[in-house]
T-cell receptor, first 114, second 116 residues
Framework: DQQVKQNSPSLSVQEGRISILNCDYT??????FLWYKKYPAEGPTFLIS?????DKNEDGRFTVFLNKSAKHLSLHIVPSQPGDSAVYFC?????????????FGKGTHLIIQP | NAGVTQTPKFQVLKTGQSMTLQCAQD?????MSWYRQDPGMGLRLIHY???????DQGEVPNGYNVSRSTTEDFPLRLLSAAPSQTSVYFC???????????????FGAGSRLTVL
């Protein structure tokens, strides 16, 4: 059973507009959520995270929103730029679970059109 | 700083062959892990280590061995390669949740393995 779900395999957004990437999770024990960005032939790079005790975290053009009751988080990119074209992975961790590993979604391929 | 270094970048194996994917980090991170990425499957945890001498299984450990004799190195061994192990492998490291809360991983560039 997939614990972290990214239901949109791809998303196309015009340059300058807002990009919204969504992620749903099922495990109520997750206490940290992270977004990673991945370019082709490179490893994923950390973008932004949020603790489960918060509902919003902002870093420049990137904002992550967390709705715990709905088990849903979203990443907003404003304004979208051509360099934002990449695959975005949502990830979650259960720091009390012992494994320390992140559980990743399948990713959303964001395409920024000029 | 080199960060997380993986070798080789590309490898082609025949079914039944064995090989080792190397991973080294120079950030003095306690935690190291191996993930595999397959089309439509995201990143799945194979094995991880919370410190030298300590390893444990992740979500998809079958067919792989790991060891952690030093803080810096975390090799992944394929004992008898199978076509199902064709994938892109990523090594990652972090200070671990005990230090930083969120397990913010630093990834290597990946090793693309094809098993014929």
């Amino acid at each position: 059973d997939q614990q972290v779900k990214q239901n949109s395999p791809s998303l196309s957004v015009q340059e300058g507009r807002i990009s919204i990437l969504n992620c749903d999770y099922t495990n109520s024990m997750f206490d940290y959520f992270l977004w990673y960005k991945k370019y082709p032939a490179e490893g994923p790079t950390f973008l932004i995270s949020i603790s489960s005790i918060k509902d919003k975290n902002e870093d420049g053009r990137f904002t992550v929103f967390l709705n715990k009751s709905a088990k849903h988080l979203s990443l907003h990119i404003v304004p979208s730029q051509p360099g934002d074209s990449a695959v975005y992975f949502c990830a979650a961790s259960d720091t009390g679970g012992g494994a320390d590993g992140l559980t990743f979604g399948k990713g959303t391929h964001l395409i920024i059109q000029p | 700083n080199a960060g997380v270094t993986q070798t080789p970048k590309f490898q082609v194996l025949k079914t039944g062959q064995s090989m080792t994917l190397q991973c080294a980090q120079d950030m003095n991170h306690e935690y190291m892990s191996w993930y595999r990425q397959d089309p439509g499957m995201g990143l799945r945890l194979i094995h991880y280590s919370v410190g030298a001498g300590i390893t444990d299984q992740g979500e998809v450990p079958n067919g792989y061995n790991v060891s952690r004799s030093t803080t810096e190195d975390f090799p992944l061994r394929l004992l008898s390669a199978a076509p199902s192990q064709t994938s892109v492998y990523f090594c990652a490291s972090s200070y671990g949740v005990r230090t930083s809360g969120a397990n913010v991983l630093t990834f290597g560039a990946g090793s693309r393995l094809t098993v014929l």
